[in-house]
T-cell receptor, first 112, second 119 residues
Framework: DAKTTQPPSMDCAEGRAANLPCNHSTISGNEYVYWYRQIHSQGPQYIIHGLKNNETNEMASLIITEDRKSSTLILPHATLRDTAVYYCIVRAQKTSYDKVIFGPGTSLSVIP | DSGVTQTPKHLITATGQRVTLRCSPRSGDLSVYWYQQSLDQGLQFLIQYYNGEERAKGNILERFSAQQFPDLHSELNLSSLELGDSALYFC??????????????????FGPGTRLTVL
């Protein structure tokens, strides 16, 4: 079973911020939160990851709650090209020999 | 471009046949992961190799096998193919592993995939 839960789908107006939530209530202290996205049938693309501090890069921002039980991926100005399935997973640092479990993700539709 | 390459891009074959999918990881990455994605399904983790050794196993069928070679490229072998094996097969690589640096993480970089069609 996936260690994360996400809403199955979301809509967002073009140009607005897209806020994608993820629950990971059983996350361990050494596990990072990773976000990936998959556009149609392309290979999934890494977006961002974090441990406990909020993170920002050129693609997105990641907000992790203080108790680390949930997080939100923020696409600040969504474009049509951001329409994709977004996956949130948790993985331990460096030595990751557990099964990788991707849940069904959130299908984000950016609407003109 | 993630830096991970997969060949072939497309493969069409018949039931009962055997195929080999190939993956070259990013330069410097020691871990290789294989995933299967059937139509409208999520990513199903199959297997992970680290520096030539199997490290984690998912729901990989006994008809499937994989290996990672000394040059770190990996091959996924699918045999006795069935119609239900038709899917996208993705390979990913990361630096994750005991030899990785202290600040490294398990960020995975995915290849473009191989689309397998079994007729």
């Amino acid at each position: 079973d996936a260690k994360t839960t996400q809403p199955p789908s979301m809509d967002c107006a073009e140009g607005r911020a897209a806020n994608l939530p993820c629950n990971h209530s059983t996350i361990s202290g050494n596990e990072y939160v990773y976000w990936y996205r998959q556009i149609h049938s392309q290979g999934p693309q890494y977006i961002i990851h974090g441990l406990k501090n909020n993170e920002t890069n050129e693609m997105a921002s990641l907000i992790i709650t203080e108790d680390r039980k949930s997080s939100t991926l923020i696409l600040p100005h969504a474009t049509l090209r951001d329409t994709a399935v977004y996956y949130c997973i948790v993985r331990a640092q460096k030595t990751s020999y557990d099964k990788v479990i991707f849940g069904p993700g959130t299908s984000l539709s950016v609407i003109p | 471009d993630s830096g991970v390459t997969q060949t072939p891009k497309h493969l069409i074959t018949a039931t009962g046949q055997r195929v080999t999918l190939r993956c070259s990881p990013r330069s410097g990455d020691l871990s290789v992961y294989w995933y299967q994605q059937s139509l409208d399904q999520g990513l199903q983790f199959l297997i992970q190799y680290y520096n030539g050794e199997e490290r984690a196993k998912g729901n990989i069928l006994e008809r499937f096998s994989a290996q990672q070679f000394p040059d770190l490229h990996s091959e996924l072998n699918l045999s006795s193919l069935e119609l239900g094996d038709s899917a996208l097969y993705f390979c990913a690589s990361s630096v994750a592993g005991p030899l990785a640096g202290a600040t490294s993480t398990d960020t995975q970089y995915f290849g473009p995939g191989t689309r397998l069609t079994v007729l």
